[in-house]
């Protein structure tokens, strides 16, 4: 929930920022104002806009670095703790991990293995190529 916020605020900023720099004049929107495109002293006053547009850019820009940082640092707690494997969680918990023990509840007996099973099939390593089949007996010559 804190992540998508942040990253609400992160969107929110960076628009705002964007929005405010466009709105800013130049250093060469000076030579315009000779042209008749001075009105912006009228509306904003005898200094125009640029103090309130350039304070209000600093403060989103700031607010913008902020949560940036804030963002990274919730990536990276989040993947430490999104890396641990099953036997740490079960030292950590105490109990023992899924594989290690009876699968079987405590008050059921244990499940007895086929009876026969096939003592000449070869255990099979995991990377390693299948084992190739027998070749098939060759017929006596005539």
Known sequence: MLRILLTAVQVFSSLAIIGL?????????????????????????ARGATTALSRATAIFAAIF??????????????????????????????????????????????????????AAAPAATPGAPPPSPAPAPVPPPR
């Open 21 to 45: 720099v466009l709105l800013q004049r130049g250093k060469g929107a000076e030579a315009g104002a000779g042209f008749g495109s001075g009105a912006s002293g009228t509306v904003f006053g």
């Open 65 to 118: 670095m902020i949560n940036s940082l804030a963002l990274a640092y919730l990536g990276t707690t989040a993947n430490k703790e999104a890396q641990k494997t099953i036997l740490e969680e079960a030292a950590e918990s105490g109990k023992p991990a899924a594989g290690a023990g009876s699968a079987h509840p405590a008050g059921q007996p244990a499940p007895t293995a086929p009876a026969a099973t096939p």
